[in-house]
Each structure stands twice: as structure tokens, then as C-alpha cells.
């Protein structure tokens, strides 16, 4: 079998043991092939985990080459371990195979990593550079997903790019006291995608400063509460 197939004897033994990548459930289920890497990944059949997904690799991950295939990486710290575990879950939705989680106590933070070679197709912004140097907009297919999933994107950005905690303000000689989310990201086409997301979730936001979307009116707090809420 592992002759005729071209595959690896110790491969066909993992999948026999049911852990299946998901390009594999594609091949299986009849999917065509990516002209660009040669996996079978269909990009309509991405759902919230991915639009999730998408929102943290924007925030903080990363791609990079490694060896014969591709690696996603995304930092992540090690005070919200809650946020860890759904990166990982997603990742494993998405990708059909659990990724690696590195803990790096020194500098406080993890890595999760995932290997696979149809990552870049799932995140053509991925280019040399830092991504506030060059064009990070979002294709049409993703935009879609973008549009049919705006909490779960709003989500992952907040998780890796932003914060919600309390705002204090001194007027009259009195304390005032409100919960705010705030969102920095020096790419203004990333902040464009957030903001974008409030928008068709209803969520009012304004500027704030050169970098920073603030989202502090009551109603939109409560509204983005119902999709992100503390970190965790």
C-alpha cells in the first residue's frame, strides 16, 4: 500500500490509528486540488474557526519556511492560557492535526506552532516584512467569511492586538468609571478589518490616537461583550 500510494508507511499508520489531517478528509471526499501548493483544503468550507484564526494571525502570528513545508506561528502570552487553548483549537479545526505549544517562562510567553504546507494559501497576506510595511487587505473569499463571521474575527484581533478593561475619568471632581475595549495595530489596513468588523456588528468605535481604535460607548461594549469579553 505504502508503495503504491507513495506514502510513508508510518503515515498511513497515524491516519489508521484515526488521526487524519484535514487535506486528507478533502482528498478522500473528492476536493480538487490547490494549484498553488497541491493540498486539498476547500476554502468555502471555512467557517468561524477559521475567521477566528484569521483575526489572531493578523494580531500576532507569522509564517516561515521550515524544511519542506510551512510553519504558522503565533505568540501568544502566558498569562491567558484560556486564549492559548482556542488559538490550538482552531488551529486544529482548520488544519486537522493539533499544533505544538512551547512554553518560554523566561520571557513569559508560548508559541503555538502548526506545519503545514497549505498555510500560505489560507493566508495570502503572508509576504516578507513586517505587516504594517505592505498590503494586508483581505481577498474576496475571505472577505465572505469575514462578512458571515465578524464576532469570531473581532475576537481573535482583540485577543492578540487588543484589551478591554476599565476607564477612569475625573470630571467635577468625581471618579467615573467604565469598561472600554481599545485595539492597536500599526497596519491601517489591519484596523480597517476591525473596524470593519464593529461595523457589521453594530459595534460604534472611534480613533484614537495614530494606532488605536477605541470602542467605550455603553451599548457597544455590552454588544462587543457578547463576542469577546475579558481576556481569559
Given at each position: 500500500?505504502?508503495?503504491?500510494l507513495g506514502i510513508p508507511v508510518a503515515?498511513?499508520?497515524?491516519?489508521?490509528?484515526?488521526?487524519?489531517?484535514?487535506?486528507?478528509?478533502?482528498?478522500?471526499?473528492?476536493?480538487?486540488?490547490?494549484?498553488?501548493?497541491?493540498w486539498h483544503h476547500p476554502l468555502d468550507d471555512?467557517?468561524?474557526e477559521y475567521a477566528y484564526l484569521l483575526g489572531v494571525y493578523l494580531g500576532d502570528g507569522y509564517l516561515v519556511r521550515h524544511a519542506r513545508t510551512?510553519?504558522?506561528k503565533v505568540a501568544l502570552d502566558v498569562a491567558y492560557p484560556g486564549i492559548i487553548d482556542e488559538v490550538a483549537r482552531s488551529i486544529t479545526t482548520v488544519m486537522g492535526r493539533r499544533p505544538h505549544v512551547t512554553?518560554?517562562?523566561?520571557?513569559?510567553?508560548?508559541?503555538?506552532?502548526?506545519?503545514?504546507?497549505?498555510?500560505?494559501?489560507?493566508?495570502?497576506?503572508?509576504?516578507?516584512?513586517r505587516k504594517h510595511d505592505r498590503d494586508v487587505t483581505l481577498t474576496p473569499w475571505q472577505e465572505s467569511i469575514a462578512v458571515a463571521h465578524p464576532g469570531p474575527l473581532a475576537r481573535g484581533l482583540i485577543h492578540t492586538d487588543g484589551?478591554?478593561?476599565?476607564?477612569?475619568?475625573?470630571?467635577?471632581?468625581?471618579?467615573?468609571?467604565?469598561?472600554?475595549?481599545?485595539?492597536?495595530?500599526?497596519?491601517?489596513?489591519?484596523?480597517?478589518i476591525f473596524c470593519v468588523a464593529c461595523d457589521t456588528?453594530?459595534?460604534?468605535?472611534?480613533?484614537?490616537?495614530?494606532?488605536?481604535?477605541?470602542?467605550?460607548?455603553?451599548?457597544?461594549?455590552?454588544?462587543?461583550d457578547t463576542h469577546i469579553g475579558p481576556k481569559l
Open positions: 500500500m505504502s508503495q503504491r503515515t498511513l499508520r497515524t491516519w489508521e490509528n484515526g488521526r487524519v489531517p484535514r487535506p486528507v478528509h478533502a482528498l478522500l471526499a473528492g476536493v480538487p486540488v490547490c494549484p498553488a501548493c497541491g471555512l467557517g468561524p510551512m510553519a504558522l512554553r518560554d517562562p523566561v520571557r513569559a510567553m508560548v508559541l503555538v506552532t502548526s506545519y503545514w504546507q497549505g498555510w500560505p494559501c489560507l493566508f495570502p497576506q503572508h509576504g516578507p516584512g484589551w478591554r478593561g476599565e476607564n477612569r475619568v475625573v470630571s467635577k471632581g468625581r471618579e467615573y468609571r467604565y469598561p472600554r475595549y481599545q485595539f492597536s495595530n500599526r497596519s491601517s489596513d489591519i484596523r480597517t456588528l453594530g459595534v460604534d468605535w472611534r480613533p484614537w490616537g495614530p494606532w488605536h481604535v477605541s470602542v467605550a460607548r455603553r451599548d457597544a461594549v455590552a454588544r462587543l
